[in-house]
């Protein structure tokens, strides 16, 4: 109860509208697709309005585009408005802030991991339907927003931050990782038998997994979640994690800008968040609209990930009518350079499943590309038997004789800070 009222006492204060907004998704966990329709179409178009009175860059384009509003019937109206993307964010980040007197906004960044950090604030009712959308996925597996957390976090906060941080883990009741030297880390494992979810980068999860397992430590009794955040779940990640802490990680979609995207239910399917945001597919590529993001309208962004989407009229056994994202495959934009050719980095991912389904071998993995035509990829796994056989049969037929390949086992993939890349160009 102690840790409820610290926890609540800052809620009201930081998030005031938290707390409306957990119970409003709470009770829409249970809509009917088309009541999540009715109510995407309706939020969307107070958005429209919103950017068109107060974003001066939206209230250009609008004019520009010959839209206006008031022609907003249904989502597919939203397709008259052009896609935006980071450097669109970045350029004209002043321009798209809006003039509007909110009561509090804070300030946010992106990670950078793509090379562009966007910094933007969020107003008030924007950051805590964030929170919320994070708290009902939390509430699927019986965990309340005050519950004892412990968090991997990508980089060692300097000393001016520390304190701040430690303080406002206290009143969230967590405890996290963020310098991964051997006393830290020990002293983090000690902790975990307290904690009632583990969150945080996918791939340090999987290292702290692979760590717990070789100490063969695995009591962690009030342990109900493991949750991935910020980058992909390889499939080499999972068995060592179900190993190491007795629970499958499950993932959490989204971003800075764009809010909570997607949550993974008990069943194993991830359901769009579609109270928060809408969800457009072009080419492959998601296509993410922010219905809560007033102070810096977040409209037809290219979030910059290959995704596919559940075919219409799929039905998880979970009973959400929500629709499911079956698959993030990836990056959009990296680019392996042939002799002749370009390729869509996003190949290291359709080889390695393949790889996965035809011969039953997972293996964490990194593509690195330091000049034209020639291809390293670090195997994170030691070399058995026809492994180096396998991939190259397997790259050959996505890139053909165009790229020559180096193939590196045993090789140490952890990133020094952030979330990890599976592909880095240095052409």
């Not at 697709?33 to 009175?53: D, G, H, M, T, V």
């Not at 910059?304 to 990836?330: F, N």
């Amino acid at each position: 109860m102690f840790r409820k009222l610290i926890y609540r006492l800052y809620e009201n204060y930081r998030n005031p509208s938290l707390k409306a907004d957990f119970h409003f998704l709470i009770e829409s966990d249970r809509w009917s697709l088309p009541q999540l329709q009715n109510y995407q179409i309706s939020a969307c178009r107070e958005l429209l309005f919103f950017a068109a009175a107060y974003s001066p860059y939206y209230k250009q384009q609008f004019q520009k585009s010959g839209f206006s509003p008031e022609t907003f019937h249904s989502l597919e109206d939203l397709k008259k408005l052009p896609i935006t993307d980071k450097k669109t964010l970045t350029e004209h980040n002043k321009q798209l802030q809006a003039v509007y007197p909110f009561k509090k906004t804070i300030y946010s960044k992106t990670s950078g991991s793509t090379g562009e950090i966007l910094s933007f604030y969020r107003d008030e009712a924007w950051e805590s339907f964030h929170l919320a959308s994070i708290f009902r996925g939390l509430s699927w597996y019986g965990i309340s927003r005050w519950d004892k957390s412990a968090v991997l976090s990508g980089s060692d906060p300097g000393q001016k931050t520390q304190l701040k941080i430690q303080i406002l883990d206290f009143i969230r009741n967590q405890f996290r990782l963020s310098s991964y030297n051997k006393r830290t880390t020990d002293k983090f494992i000690g902790h975990l038998n307290k904690a009632v979810s583990i969150q945080g980068y996918s791939s340090m999860i999987y290292e702290l997994a692979c760590m717990c397992n070789r100490k063969n430590n695995s009591s962690f009794p009030k342990l109900k979640l493991v949750k991935g955040t910020s980058d992909m779940i390889f499939d080499s990640y999972r068995e060592e994690i179900k190993k190491a802490f007795g629970k499958p990680i499950i993932s959490e979609y989204g971003a800075a800008e764009t809010g909570i995207i997607a949550f993974e239910c008990p069943e194993g399917n991830m359901h769009i968040n579609m109270e928060g945001v809408i969800i457009e597919e072009s080419d492959g590529e998601i296509i993410v609209t922010n219905l809560h993001s007033r102070s810096f309208p977040i409209i037809r962004y290219r979030l910059g990930d290959y995704i596919r989407l559940a075919p219409e009229g799929y039905k998880c056994p979970c009973g959400r009518q929500h629709p499911v994202l079956l698959e993030l495959q990836g990056r959009v934009g990296g680019v392996i350079c042939g002799k002749t050719n370009r390729f869509p980095s996003v190949i290291l991912n359709f080889a390695f499943k393949e790889i996965m389904s035809k011969y039953n071998r997972i293996f964490s993995y990194q593509g690195i590309q330091k000049e034209k035509s020639r291809l390293t990829i670090r195997i994170a796994e030691a070399e058995n038997p026809g492994d180096r056989e396998i991939i190259k049969r397997v790259f050959e037929h996505y890139l053909k004789d165009d790229v020559i390949l180096e193939i590196l086992f045993s090789q140490d993939l952890r990133p020094t800070q952030g979330k990890r890349n599976y592909f880095i160009s240095e052409i």
